[in-house]
C-alpha cells in the first residue's frame, strides 16, 4: 500500500526488454536509502518489487502485461518517474490508500493557470468513471490528487506549485498518457451497495476490517 505522495523523482536508466520478465533500471538517490530487497516502490504508480541496487540506481523486474496496461512499456532513457515505497503502519496518512494497481491509462487534454497553480484536465476511461467524483481522491502517475470537476468522459484537478516542482506533472505535454488508480473505498462501497455483482477482483482483497480496524473508514 502506498499514500500517493510522491518521495523522489527518478530518472530512467534504461528498460531492458526479452523473454516473459523485463527489467527496468531507475536511477535514483532514493538508492542510497536503506532499501530492502523484495521491497515494494511504486513507479508512476504501478508497484513494483525490488529486485536490485546499488548507490545510485535500483532495478525492478516487469511483466509484459503490465508494459501493456501501464505507460511503463512507453518509457525510455533520460524519462522521468515519480516514485514511492510502501507505507508503514504507522505512518501518516498524508495522501489516501493507494494500492498501485493501475485502473486505466488516461490523457492529458488541457491544462491552463489559475493564479500560482494549473488546472489539468484528463481523459476519464469509462471503466473507471463511476468511482471518480467531485472532491474525490484519484491517483494520476502515483500522486493523489483531489478531483475538482467530472463530466462523462473527463475530469480535472487543481495542482498547486509545490506538486508541480515534486512531481513530473511539471512535464507532461498534451496527449501525454497517465496512469489511473481510482479510490479504493470508492470500490468497496460500490461492492457494499451492489451486493449481486460479481466478486472484487484480487487486487482489492484488502481486508474490510482491517480498514476499520486502523482507522480508514
Not at 525492478?60 to 525510455?76: C, H, I, K, M, Q
Not at 489516501?96 to 476511461?125: I, K, N, W, Y
Request: with cysteine.
Amino acid at each position: 500500500m502506498f499514500t500517493g505522495l510522491i518521495e523522489a523523482i527518478g530518472t530512467v536508466a534504461n528498460l531492458e526488454r526479452g523473454g516473459k520478465i523485463c527489467r527496468l533500471r531507475i536511477n535514483s538517490a532514493m538508492a542510497q536509502s536503506d532499501l530492502q530487497l523484495g521491497e515494494s516502490i511504486a513507479v508512476n504508480g504501478v508497484c513494483l518489487t525490488l529486485t536490485s541496487w546499488d548507490r545510485s540506481s535500483f532495478a525492478a523486474d516487469v511483466s509484459p502485461e503490465t508494459l501493456e496496461v501501464t505507460t511503463l512499456g512507453r518509457l525510455t532513457s533520460g524519462g522521468l518517474v515519480n516514485l514511492e515505497r510502501a507505507l508503514r503502519l504507522g505512518d501518516r496518512l498524508g495522501g489516501h490508500l493507494v494500492s498501485g494497481h493501475v485502473d486505466a491509462v488516461g490523457r492529458l487534454l488541457s491544462r491552463h493557470h489559475e493564479g500560482d497553480s494549473q488546472c489539468l484536465t484528463f481523459s476519464l476511461p469509462e471503466t473507471i468513471a463511476s468511482y471518480v467524483v467531485p472532491k474525490g481522491s484519484i491517483t494520476i502517475d502515483g500522486i493523489s490528487l483531489t478531483v475538482n470537476q467530472v463530466t462523462d468522459d473527463q475530469f480535472s484537478v487543481m495542482v498547486i506549485p509545490h506538486t508541480l516542482a515534486e512531481t513530473t506533472l511539471a512535464s507532461l505535454s498534451r496527449g501525454d498518457g497517465v496512469n489511473l488508480e481510482s479510490d479504493i473505498l470508492a470500490r468497496y462501497v460500490e461492492r457494499l451497495t451492489n451486493p449481486g455483482q460479481t466478486a472484487a477482483s484480487a487486487k482489492d482483497k484488502i481486508s474490510l476490517e482491517f480498514l476499520a480496524k486502523n482507522g480508514f473508514m
